[in-house]
């Protein structure tokens, strides 16, 4: 497993990292690829200003990866211009932390059969992994903002800092994903 970022990423968990632009990284010599582009584009973040100039890299990345004619995954948020995409959430996997689901909707366009795990996160029951951890959603439920260790624990990571959890997929995402490229291959 080798991973491609124009900004070094020093948790990363794969055999090789390369720093480097993705978009311009060879893809010789590879079986699949999963491509993460930045979200801010199309988050509902982008709508208090602080995402105004992020980076519109889905189109881009999706043209790369069909001119390889092997199989790929783009991972986004919803709101996101991806097609057909199968949406993920962490308490389909049994994710979260004390009590609390991990509602961690993330979707996956593929060129490949994925299946969507039905979304079964408990109304209110929900603790969510993103930004600073400091929100107001957090402190008007738990009373106080979600430490660090507890998004660690919900997502199922214990390598990351806060800041790279908050751009992060759960390994159970990734595995998942991992199994139906087997069988579709």
Not at 30 to 54: F, K, L, V
Request: with cysteine; aromatic share 12%; hydrophobic share 35%.
């Amino acid at each position: 497993m080798v991973g491609v970022d124009i900004k070094p990423q020093p948790h990363y968990c794969g055999d090789e990292f390369y720093q480097a632009d993705a978009l311009e990284f060879s893809l010789e010599g590879y079986d699949a690829y999963h491509a993460s582009p930045p979200c801010q584009a199309y988050t509902i973040a982008r709508n208090n200003g602080s995402c105004q100039n992020a980076p519109d890299l889905i189109e881009p990345v999706r043209v790369i990866l069909s001119a390889t004619e092997k199989p790929y995954i783009i991972e986004n948020v919803y709101g996101s211009p991806l097609i057909s995409p199968a949406m993920l959430c962490g308490a389909s996997f049994g994710l979260g932390v004390g009590g609390f689901d991990l509602c961690r909707h993330r979707y996956f366009e593929s060129n490949f059969a994925l299946m969507t795990m039905p979304c079964q996160h408990r109304r209110g029951f929900t603790i969510g992994v993103y930004g600073t951890g400091t929100n107001k959603w957090h402190r008007e439920k738990f009373g106080r903002c979600v430490t660090a260790d507890e998004m660690r624990q919900a997502m199922g990571i214990d390598w990351m800092t806060r800041k790279e959890l908050s751009q992060a997929i759960p390994p159970a995402y990734c595995e998942y994903i991992g199994r139906s490229l087997l069988q579709s291959i």
